[in-house]
């Protein structure tokens, strides 16, 4: 079976432009859940897509979205790039959604976004 | 005040030694997780215990829960071991939204 893939892997961007990344589940996972890495922060929950429907959120603004599609496959946008979103963008999937969150998560490889 | 705390920050040591990372929390939860992040930044889990013990291969996780304490140990330990160990508890007030340790960052010396 084919872990969690997530593209791009690496990404540089300038401050104000936007960036989408993307993150395939493994297969029959339907939940995807994406966090941002910081030296500084540590594992930041970002949000958490169930059956294309969001199911939890962290404290993130708005320039943060996320979609998720009906293959599971999922998409997160960050608007108005800041130099402060330079980090790790990690995605894991699991078979169930965080109302189960004791299941195990299977993580990407992560996007390395680079903001300038 | 974090919810989550591991200790210690950093870990080195030499081959073959014991080692043992702390977790402790401050929300309820249902089960705590254990996970390993390589330098190159994939995250590959390790342990979910709500109780007791849990062994595989030279690594050991161990939870009390009325303590709000886990702990992970690896026995005989390898430079291949070398990496950031992060626990996470899902917070069951908050749709058990996983809240995570600033991890463990341990280096195992040949």
């Known amino acids: 079976k084919a872990g969690v893939t997530q593209t791009p892997r690496y990404l540089i961007k300038t401050r104000g432009q936007q960036v989408t990344l993307s993150c395939s589940p493994i297969?029959?996972?339907?939940?995807v859940s994406w966090y941002q890495q910081t030296p500084g922060q540590g594992l930041q929950f970002l949000f958490e897509y169930f059956s294309e429907t969001q199911r939890n959120k962290g404290n993130f603004p708005g320039r943060f979205s996320g979609r998720q599609f009906s293959n599971s496959r999922s998409e997160m946008n960050v608007s108005t790039l800041e130099l402060g979103d330079s980090a790790l963008y990690l995605c894991?999937?699991?078979?169930?959604?965080?109302?189960?969150?004791?299941?195990?998560?299977?993580f990407g490889p992560g996007t390395r976004l680079t903001v300038l | 005040k974090n919810e989550v705390e591991q200790s210690p920050q950093n870990l080195t040591a030499q081959e073959g030694e014991f080692i043992t990372i702390n977790c402790s929390y401050s929300v309820g939860i249902s089960a705590l997780h254990w996970l390993q992040q390589h330098p190159g930044g994939g995250i590959v889990s390790l342990f979910m215990?709500?109780?007791?013990?849990k062994k595989h291969g030279r690594l050991i996780a161990t939870i009390n829960i009325q303590e709000k304490h886990s702990s992970l140990h690896i026995t005989a330990s390898h430079p291949r071991d070398s990496a950031v160990y992060i626990c996470?508890?899902?917070?069951?007030?908050?749709?058990?939204?996983?809240?995570w340790g600033a991890g463990t960052k341990l280096i195992i010396k040949p």
């Open positions: 996470a508890v899902p917070d069951m007030d908050s749709n058990y939204q996983l809240i």
């Open positions: 894991a999937s699991s078979p169930l959604g965080s109302g189960s969150s004791w299941h195990e998560q299977f």
């Open positions: 215990l709500s109780s007791g013990k």
């Open positions: 297969s029959g996972h339907r939940s």
